[in-house]
């Protein structure tokens, strides 16, 4: 099975919620009119895709009509497939350019942090890089040990303090490392903390300083896992974790057996932070890079 098919069959879900409902809706041969782009938006609102995003899709679609740029339910959806593809481009591409780069990965609890860095170090050794990873989640101790186990599976090189030790020495440590060692990447696990929460908050940000004392334009990228599941909540904690520490990316799990895969327009539409990843099954091969056109074409096609 081909990527593309593979994500069609993970994608699933989201289709039937999303496209499916929308081509229910769409008059075949009959007219397209007010009533039809109410009914598109009221499924996309209810699809999580979101309001921002919803109300540019139902505008343009209002304009094509008015210009006679769609006449029948085929343009309604190559509209469509268009504009959501142009809603999620732009610097979807982790920003790899340095050595060591670093990658700081933050998150709340529950949504598969140090499974996504253990996946996203095997995607990379892959490619034939040389990857540290720290275990800067000294809150709880099976992370420290579930990271260990990862590093081992994949070929990474662990760098760990004790439990309850500072996170942001054992960043700096691993970054030191990296760089007498001439290793391509650094990724920094970090401990599950609720987007309310400012003292976990203040950690991060000691991290990010640490780091800079380093390399000063460190971390290259700070990569907020969202599980898509959490439907709009997912936007919630994107805006207060862009807020606290400044975000590069998100990288969205679970998008596998969910309906609620539009969270990932609403995310770019509403916070402006592209997608750089997306987890579509439990294999160790199923991180995979976002390519806006592919998880578009995915839901369409």
Known sequence: MGFLDKLKEKLSKTKQHIVEKIEAVIPIGGKIDESTIEEIEEILISSDVGVKATEEITGILRRKIKEGGIKDASDVKIVLKEELINLLKNNTSLNLKNTPSIILVVGVNGVG???????????????????????????????????????????????????????????????????????????????GRLHTKSPLMEELRKINRVLKKSIPEAPHETLLIVDATTGQNAIRQASLFNEAIGLTGVVVTKLDGTAKGGVIFAIKKEIGIPIKLIGIGEGIDDLKEFIPQEFVEALFD
């Open 113 to 191: 942090k140090t499974t996504t860095i253990g996946k996203l170090g095997y995607k990379f050794v892959n490619e034939g890089k040389s990857v540290v990873f720290a275990a800067a989640d000294t809150f709880r101790a099976a992370a420290i040990e579930q990271l260990e186990i990862w590093a081992k599976k994949v070929g990474a090189d662990i760098i760990k303090h004790k439990s309850g030790a500072d996170p942001a020495a054992i960043a700096f440590d691993a970054l030191e490392h990296a760089k007498a060692q001439n290793k391509d990447i650094v990724i920094i696990d970090t401990a």
